[in-house]
């Protein structure tokens, strides 16, 4: 499976998650027909909303997703690899460049 197929299959696991999360706000939002609205302290507006894996609206389906794909990346150590390699790779060309010019410029 290419990079860019995996990359997007994994946005398209993440926006289903928000879109759950989302309508779970928006259902927590929407008054009853029936009930007054409460008045709320300020202790509870700064609060932290439940995750949207608590919520029991989540569909399953975006659980399931994130699940595999969450699983898909501890399992494939290449992509910290490679990073990893183009770091160190990058860090020394930057020294020899570095030291090359304080050599031409300096004990020339």
């Known amino acids: 499976m290419s990079d860019r197929l995996r990359h997007l299959q994994r946005q398209r696991a993440l926006l289903s998650e ?3 999360w989302i309508d779970s706000e928006i259902a ?3 008054p009853a027909p029936s009930a007054a609205p ?4 300020p ?3 700064i609060a932290p909303s ?4 608590a919520s029991p ?9 994130i699940e595999k794909y969450a699983a898909q990346e501890r399992q494939n150590p290449d992509d910290l690899r490679r990073g990893c390699l183009y770091v160190f790779a990058s860090a020394v060309i930057l020294l020899a460049a ?4 304080v050599w ?3 004990y020339r």
């Open 57 to 65: 609206e989540v569909p399953a389906e975006a659980d399931a997703l």
């Open 28 to 30: 927590r939002e929407t």
């Open 43 to 45: 202790a509870e507006s």
């Open 50 to 53: 439940p995750s949207p894996a």
């Open 104 to 106: 031409l410029l300096f």
């Open 98 to 101: 570095g030291v090359t010019a």
């Open 38 to 41: 409460a008045a709320t302290t």
């Open 18 to 20: 928000h879109l759950a």
